[in-house]
């Protein structure tokens, strides 16, 4: 309305609105139904709407130049994510690296309780006057370090010696890179869960019988 009230502004002429209710129009039996058929009937003399320009429509109306361009689209329902199983959070790893990362988890737990009992630096004593001494490397909380560095968490387990300070360090960059991996991998199974089944007009048309995908187009249009 406000192209067509502008048009007459800048011209100098009356109009009346005659709303179509047959759509844009299509040629049946060598007639031009819709809006199409109004102005080759003479009953409009413009029409203004969003007609697609066919190779039909140039040969018997006249288009002007477009106010808009607008690209072929195909809508289609979003994709819904396939509900995670019981074990969906192993998926990123195989069971060999499972294994792997079971097996260095005890192994270090093992060798931090080592050098927890041989390292002369791990003891402490409880008091100025006490000859007695203990040390933190005990196999509990050697197991609770290696678990908690695993998950990026503080233990408040405080390692001592040079060769427990090298093991712990070695984890930790370990499980800086198992996280890292394990993330990225996660994010990629996220990503395929989703069920597409089509990307373009291609796997769309070889697709629709197979997954009996229904499509259609806008009328006349």
């Known amino acids: ?8 502004k800048i011209l100098n002429f009356k109009y009346i609105i005659v709303i179509g209710n047959q759509g844009t129009g299509t040629q049946r039996s060598g007639r031009w139904t819709g809006l199409i058929g109004d102005i080759l009937s003479e009953r409009a003399d413009l029409i203004v709407t969003d007609a697609t320009v066919t190779f039909e429509r ?21 994709p ?3 509900p995670p199983k019981l074990f969906y959070f192993a998926r990123p790893f195989s069971a060999g690296i499972w294994v792997a990362i079971v097996v260095a988890f005890v192994t270090v737990s093992i060798s931090l309780f080592i050098v927890g009992r041989i390292c002369n630096s ?11 001494s203990i040390s933190q490397l005990t196999f509990p909380n050697t197991v609770w370090f290696v678990a908690g560095s695993l998950l990026r968490q503080n233990t408040r387990v405080k390692i001592r010696s040079i060769p427990g ?4 360090a070695t984890w930790w960059l370990l499980c800086l890179v ?5 993330i990225a991998a996660l994010i990629c199974y996220r990503e395929e869960d989703f069920d597409m089944l089509f990307s373009d ?10 997954h009996d995908i229904k499509y259609g187009a806008k009328k006349d249009g």
């Not at 309305?1 to 007459?8: N, T, Y």
Request: charged share 20%; hydrophobic share 50%; aromatic share 8%.
């Open 58 to 78: 140039l040969h018997v109306v006249e288009f002007t130049h477009p106010i808009m361009h607008t690209g072929i689209t195909i809508l289609f329902q979003k």
């Open 80 to 82: 819904m994510a396939t």
């Open 178 to 182: 198992v996280i890292a991996m394990y």
């Open 165 to 168: 300070r090298i093991i712990a």
């Open 1 to 8: 309305i406000d192209l067509i009230e502008e048009i007459s």
């Open 122 to 132: 791990e003891w402490q004593k409880l008091n100025v006057t006490s000859n007695y």
């Open 201 to 210: 007009v291609k796997s769309l048309v070889k697709n629709a019988k197979e």
